[in-house]
């Protein structure tokens, strides 16, 4: 089946250490993105990418880095310069970049502090 | 600004009964509208999406959603709620024209369904 994965589903990150969440995506999708959930708020995007070699910021990259050196990986890099990093993060896609097509999303990783 | 509220944190309803979740946005131009379900510890599915024309929209698992331009509301609905239908619910917003496909999200509105 097609999808998306998200590894690990849980991760601990110790003080001043750089963590890499992974996103792969087996529906030759040409967009991902990548994003925050906190409770009670709705999600908030970090960096999203419209084609391999490219990625732009989002909303609230500071702290994070991303790559995209091949169409289904996606990974994603919590440094750390991210000083409040627990949250819920969600990997998706989109068949492209025109707007109008339902992004599709992996089941996430739940990020801790140790 | 482009905003989405979802003004209700929390939805309960019996089993049995309609259920409504309500949306609003404040976006310029026509957006895409669409309607997400998360359940615990996992990500969003798709439900559906409203892009133009009929203004009821028929998703997936019995929901739907009617859109009001003048109200800028895109509400969510089903008929007979199920115990199973208990989950957080997202609307989502993508305005039109710009360069990719950006998605506002509500803050999200959990529903209860009770036997």
């Known amino acids: 089946d097609g999808g998306i994965t998200q590894s690990p589903k849980y991760l601990f990150r110790k003080e001043g250490q750089n963590v890499t969440l992974s996103c792969e995506q087996n529906?030759?999708?040409?967009?991902m993105y990548w994003y925050r959930q906190d409770p009670g708020q709705g999600l908030r995007l970090i960096y999203y990418?419209?084609?391999?070699?490219?990625?732009q910021k989002g909303d609230i990259a500071e702290g994070y880095s991303v790559s995209r050196e091949k169409k289904e990986s996606f990974p994603l890099t919590v440094t750390s310069a991210q000083k409040n990093p627990t949250a819920f993060y969600l990997c998706?896609?989109?068949?492209?970049?025109?707007?109008?097509?339902?992004?599709?999303f992996g089941d996430g990783t739940r990020l801790s502090i140790l | 600004a482009q905003s989405v509220a979802q003004p209700e944190d929390q939805v309960n309803v019996a089993e049995g009964n309609p259920l409504t979740v309500k949306c609003t946005y404040s976006?310029?131009?026509?957006?895409?509208l669409f309607w997400y379900v998360q359940y615990p510890n996992r990500g969003l599915q798709f439900l559906l999406k409203?892009?133009?024309?009929?203004?009821l929209v028929k998703g997936s698992y019995g929901f739907e959603a009617e859109f009001n331009k003048s109200q800028t509301s895109f509400h969510l609905k089903k008929p007979s709620a199920l115990v199973s239908d208990s989950a957080l619910y997202f609307c989502?917003?993508?305005?039109?024209?710009?360069?990719?496909?950006?998605?506002?999200f509500g803050s999200g509105t959990k529903l209860n369904v009770k036997p």
């Open positions: 976006v310029s131009g026509n957006p895409y």
């Open positions: 409203y892009i133009t024309g009929d203004n």
């Open positions: 998706a896609s989109s068949l492209g970049t025109a707007v109008g097509g339902p992004q599709h």
């Open positions: 529906l030759n999708h040409d967009a």
């Open positions: 989502a917003v993508s305005p039109p024209g710009g360069n990719f496909n950006k998605f506002y």
């Open positions: 990418s419209q084609i391999v070699n490219d990625f």
